[in-house]
């Protein structure tokens, strides 16, 4: 069965540092993964997803995520952290029967 | 905004009653999902419909059930509510159902059983 595991439950980054929030994946053929990001009280946010091509994906606000097919894996990643990007943060798969399934959540706290 | 529409927005009801929470999906997508969120459990994926048929369908209870009319809204009704169904309910649309197809949010609805 397809899965994501995001092995962090909450990553503390120093505002202006670059930010890294992890995620692995299994799947069986063709992995479709997305990012998002949910603030208080909000809705999920789609930030980026990975279909096909360049394993460097860029999204939204700034963010990007690295697809990496031999370590099973596609972090979260952005240069430069803003306070204003402290949120929770799902990584998830479309599986074969074509439902979204979503990692546990990272908690992401940037720092002033 | 998500384009995505969710009613009730918060809904306190006691335990035993049934609640029917309703879900717009953006213009023009055909696919509606709904999604569990529980502190404890994450986002759990509870069911899927595609142009008023279900498509694909998750850890939902059988004290739940949802369906996708004609026009496209969907609907999620919770019976025999139990303190323990107390939860951020989502409701997501895409425009297909297929695999590069992301889906897009609406702000819940929080259920509160007491």
């Known amino acids: 069965a397809q899965s994501v595991a995001q092995p962090e439950d909450q990553v503390n980054v120093a505002e202006g540092n670059p930010l890294t929030v992890k995620c692995t994946y299994s799947?069986?053929?063709?992995?479709?993964l997305f990012w998002y990001v949910q603030y208080p009280n909000r809705g999920l946010q789609f930030l980026l997803k990975?279909?096909?091509?360049?394993?460097l994906v860029k999204g939204s606000y700034g963010f990007e995520a690295e697809f990496n097919k031999s370590q099973t894996s596609f972090h979260l990643k952005k240069p430069s952290a803003l306070v204003s990007d402290s949120a929770l943060y799902f990584c998830a798969v479309r599986d074969g029967n074509d439902k979204i399934i979503f990692g546990k959540g990272t908690r992401l706290h940037i720092l002033p | 905004d998500s384009g995505v529409t969710q009613t009730p927005k918060h809904l306190i009801t006691a335990t035993g009653q049934r609640v029917t929470l309703r879900c717009s999906p953006r213009s023009g997508d055909l696919s509606v999902y709904w999604y569990q969120q529980s502190l404890d459990q994450g986002l759990q994926f509870l069911i899927q419909y595609y142009n008023g048929e279900e498509r694909a369908k998750g850890n939902i209870l059988e004290r739940f059930s949802a369906q996708q009319f004609p026009d496209l809204h969907s609907e999620l009704n919770l019976s025999s509510l139990e303190l323990g169904d107390s939860a951020l309910y989502f409701c997501a649309s895409s425009a297909t159902h297929t695999s590069g197809t992301e889906a897009f949010f609406g702000q819940g609805t929080r259920l509160t059983v007491v």
């Open positions: 990975y279909i096909t091509g360049d394993n």
């Open positions: 799947v069986s053929g063709n992995p479709y």
